[in-house]
């Protein structure tokens, strides 16, 4: 206890510290090199090249010089950082040094899984770990902040940046949040190892109409506070430095603009103590919603609003002292903002040591070494998902088998990077085929098929699909017929997911699918390998093919990792973090539903309840289904209070199959009569096992008020009296339960 005590009397002593070096630091400033504090630039210029002369870069240039430039992006490697931070500690009045920013989204040159992949793990430690890896790199490359972790929840895989968040379950986002923010910035953030993270996109982004990028956000205050705020709130908790907003409306207010998102919720009940990023020139967007008549009153709303830091708008730095001048923007939002700022600065230890991330020899020992290369091959190997393994076909036999592996993303080597992969070169993944060919003893032959792109994709343009070109698939289906097994690698390029790419289709792209079923007509002893970034509607697949593996986009040891989860040296373990739908059609689709005043038939064959008539109800493969290579049984649930509004749920699990098996038990629960309508079914709790062949387990997980209540529609948080059902098994579609009273 005296040591806890200690520990927490030299944290207070040391925020008090930095309180006060903030407050004497803003004594001294102007108000332009206040304002220049809440800029962002991007790296507007060749740093280790010509002073830039003339025009806006010349301009910037002369505002990094006199302190105008609070922060850069997109300035990496430690020459081009060094450069930078010189520039701003050594030639500016007051030498307040830069952050430098970057999207380290799942990594830095060596990258692990895509976050929607890494989610799958459900694997807490593991991507605490992915986070502490990349930060590891990327602070020996200069950078000392990450866009990063998108923690917004999203229902709807047409949205392409489904694959940067966490799925669509707010209590696993809100864990996998937490786990994220502590691996970016570690226990002490003035180590020059950890950077500073952010939590973004506040609020509601995952939510935009028709899952398309940019759009309008139109959701009622119950899920607002009970599924889109809640990762946020973990994040705040886990003591997240930054925080993003989003280029969507809430409530026909840009989320930029926003004074309730920012001041009310975040900055005051939350009690956040760090600084808010705009998006990418959201402020300046403003203008385009029609929320702010120019880039001056867009600058003036945004201040207000809590807004502290601009994003490549340049409307602080342009407008903002000429507002405070005005009386329309006081100078008391200025000194708040900038105290903000500075604070994370100095809890980086920058003002000590403006070049503590800037060591060249740390930067050419670190990045690429093989610690991280064995760091995001472990993540890549947790983060598969076997979907489907008729007559145990797989694991594959390690010798003596003739296998043709037919797809072109089999042998792509810059795909398997996944989307948001600024610092990865291209080519640098290990393909699918070098991952099967480090097994030696089987004959491996290749046939493209078909290419999934019409040309080279880019991630700054539009990708163009291969919807004509089937001249490949008379040798895929030759090179099937003399195999053994065929294994099919399908699924998306990368830059088919991502930011701005999102789709109205979610089937397999172009002339994949033609590919498959040509294909499996000739040889039906078939694995399917998925390679993408969102949920796939593949019905055909999951009624005839007999195995199919969800294998995302795994980042620089993708081959490797499917090749051993293939041949067995790792027994598969994910879980979907996501439903997957059997049509577009039911998107937005979702296990935590509430229920309808008709959800089934009253007898058969009516027509008046809530369903298709075309598709039935039910997802092709639920939240938080996974199957391993052995089997799971789950029995003697039992349920008993603990305490005041606390119970435990207790139950034997016992892997039944041949081989050691980990398995992620889950915990449901259902609040059935309430004040505001609850869901079918919620995640309030989870553990991962592993067991040998036979080995029986008790499982126990505590539920009390923080997992049995929930938000009212002012934000209030209720645990009200009443009948609960408990659900435990290895998914949502689980059926053993109990009924407790509260």
């Known amino acids: 206890m005296t040591t806890l005590t200690s520990c927490k009397q030299e944290t207070k002593s040391t925020e008090d510290s930095i309180d006060a070096k903030v407050k004497t630091l803003l004594s001294k400033m102007t108000l332009e090199e206040k304002i220049g504090q809440m800029n962002q630039y991007n790296g507007f210029w060749d740093v280790t090249g010509p002073t830039p002369s003339t025009g806006d870069a010349a301009k910037k240039y002369e505002d990094l010089r006199k302190g105008y430039v609070g922060s850069m992006l997109n300035v990496r490697g430690v020459e081009n950082v060094r450069a930078v931070q010189k520039i701003a500690v050594e030639e500016s ?60 929840i999203s229902r709807d895989a047409r949205w392409g940046r489904v694959m940067e968040g966490a799925g669509e379950d707010p209590y696993l986002g809100s864990l996998i949040a937490q786990a994220r923010v502590h691996g970016f910035q570690g226990d002490d953030l003035s180590k020059p190892n950890t950077l500073a993270a952010c939590a973004k996109h506040f609020a509601g982004y995952g939510f935009v109409e ?20 809640p990762p946020f709130k973990a994040a705040v908790d886990a003591d ?23 001041r009310n919720i975040l900055k005051g009940t939350w009690d956040f103590k760090g600084f808010v990023v705009s998006d990418w020139a959201s402020i300046e967007e403003m203008r385009k919603h029609g929320f702010a008549k120019d880039m001056k009153q867009a600058a003036e709303i945004a201040a207000n609003a809590g807004c502290d830091m601009d994003m490549e708008s340049d409307a602080y730095v342009i407008e ?151 001249s490949g698939f008379d040798d895929a289906i030759k090179t099937a017929k003399q195999a053994d097994v065929v294994v099919m690698v399908l ?38 390998v998925l390679n993408n970034g969102r949920p796939l509607t593949i019905p055909w697949a999951a009624e005839h093919v007999p195995a199919i593996v969800e294998a995302w986009q795994l980042g620089t040891q993708s081959g490797n990792a499917i090749a051993q989860v293939l041949y067995g040296d790792y027994n598969p373990s994910g879980k979907l973090p996501v439903t997957f739908p059997r049509t577009v059609g039911q998107v937005p689709m979702f296990y935590n539903h509430n229920q309808t005043g008709r959800p089934t038939p009253k007898n058969p064959g009516d027509v008046f309840w809530s369903h298709y008539i075309d598709v039935e109800n039910t997802p092709l ?32 699990l016992k892997n039944t199959g041949a081989i050691a098996g980990k398995e992620t038990a889950q915990v449901y629960i259902r609040d059935l009569v309430a004040s505001v309508v609850r869901p079918v079914k919620e995640l309030k709790g989870f553990k991962q096992v592993t067991l040998e062949p ?14 049995l209540g929930f938000f009212d529609n002012d934000g209030n948080y209720l645990v009200e009296p009443g009948e609960f059902k408990i659900f435990v098994g290895g998914s949502s579609d689980t059926e053993l339960e109990v009924s407790i009273t509260l």
């Open 93 to 152: 009045r007051l030498g307040i040094p830069l952050i430098i920013g970057f999207d380290l989204i799942h990594g830095y040159k060596t990258l692990s899984p895509i976050p929607l992949a890494e989610s799958a793990s459900w694997d807490l430690d593991a991507i605490k770990h992915a986070a502490e890896v990349a930060a590891l790199e990327a602070s020996a490359a200069g950078i000392n902040w990450t866009f990063a972790p998108m923690v917004d």
């Open 210 to 229: 028709g899952g398309k990028e940019y759009n309008t956000v139109d959701v009622g205050t119950s899920t607002l506070y009970n599924v889109v705020f």
């Open 240 to 262: 997240v430095k930054t925080f993003m907003n989003a280029f969507n409306l809430l409530n026909g207010i840009p989320s930029t603009g926003n004074t309730f998102l920012q």
């Open 320 to 470: 903002l002292a000429a507002l405070v001048k005005e009386g329309k923007v006081s100078e008391a939002v200025i000194d708040e903002a900038v105290s903000r700022i500075l604070k994370v600065k100095y809890e980086l230890g920058l003002f000590d040591d403006p070049y503590k991330y800037c060591d060249e020899e740390r930067e050419k020992s670190v990045v690429g070494s093989q610690d991280i290369q064995n760091a995001v091959l472990d993540m890549a190997k947790k983060s598969i998902v076997l979907l489907k393994n008729e007559n145990q076909l797989l694991p594959l036999k390690k010798q003596g088998q003739n296998i043709a592996v037919i797809g072109k993303l089999a042998q792509d080597k810059t795909s398997p990077l996944g989307s948001w992969r600024l610092a990865a070169d291209n080519g640098t993944a290990v393909s699918f085929l070098e991952g099967m060919k480090a097994y030696p003893d089987n004959t491996i032959t290749f046939a493209k098929g078909a290419d999934v792109t019409a040309e080279e994709p880019s991630f700054t343009k539009e990708i163009k699909i291969n919807t004509t070109d089937k």
């Open 491 to 528: 699924g998306e390029h990368a830059f088919e997911s991502g930011e701005a790419r999102s789709r109205t289709k979610l089937g397999l792209p172009g002339v994949q699918q033609e590919l498959l079923e040509a294909v499996f007509a000739v040889n039906k002893n078939m694995v399917l």
């Open 621 to 652: 493969y639920p939240f938080g289904f996974g199957l391993s290579y052995t089997t799971f049984e789950y029995s003697n649930l039992e349920v008993s209070k603990s305490g005041d509004n606390s119970f435990k749920v207790s139950f034997d």
């Open 694 to 707: 036979g080995e029986t387990k008790n499982i126990t997980i505590t539920l009390t008020d923080k997992e």
